[in-house]
């Protein structure tokens, strides 16, 4: 199952690796292509059951992922606590403001704090709380303004957010199709709203807040809001 997986990310990072954006996207940092190292070990190490809950984000963070190749990869939650670690490249072009440094990262990534810090707390070890859930992202791309902030998905030209939904949705069909779960759980309204439009009647889809540090609600105590979310579809297992 994690060769499906791999493959599956592999057309992924091809398929969007042929888009191009303009205004207000600057430059895009692609982590299934200079940080593919880690992510095909993430992949390896925890993408092989089927019958889980599928967790999925929006799209990378520019300290998460972006540096690790990691769904919310806060670098210490990945290198630390799931034991995923490996060389990561530069991308084609990179943006002054927003250097990748790999796991020499000393940044702390917020929203994977938050979410792999839960998962450490309520099940111990990375192995046991992938027995229960996997974690994936709809979009694979980081999109920065020329200032170095963040653009997300949403806020794209809508002709070219079409068609990057368009392969991300057929990306998500692939790693659904490999990973078999049993239900899928929107980390936030975009994860939520883009599994509904990929996978229609195919699988029951539910959400949960979104851990980033920019949602009040998510500042008021995330992790039992997530978890009171989950428990109430049947989700926390």
Known sequence: MSAALIAAAQRLSTAVDALSFSE???TVYNPLGYAWAPHELFLERFGAR????LMLGMNPGPFGMAQ???????????RDWMGVEAPVAQPSAVHPKRPIEGFALQRKEVSGQRLWGWAQQRYGSADHFFEHYFVYNVVPLVF?????????????????RD??????DEGLR???????PSAVVGIGAFAEKRAKA??????AVHRILHPSPASPAANRG?????????????LLR
Do not use: C, Y
Not at 144 to 160: F, I, Q
Not at 163 to 168: E, F, I, N, P
Not at 174 to 180: I, P, Q, S
């Open 174 to 180: 692939d790693a659904v199709a490999a990973l078999r």
């Open 68 to 78: 690790t190749g990691v769904p919310f990869g806060d670098v210490s939650m990945v």
């Open 163 to 168: 068609a990057l939904l368009a392969v991300s």
């Open 24 to 26: 207000p996207v600057h």
């Open 50 to 53: 089927p019958g889980r809950v």
């Open 144 to 160: 920065m303004g020329e200032t170095g902030r963040n653009v997300t998905p949403d806020k794209l030209p809508s002709a070219e």
């Open 198 to 203: 990929a996978l229609g009647n195919e699988i």
């Open 222 to 234: 995330w992790a039992p809001q997530a978890e009171r979310q989950l428990a109430r579809v049947g």
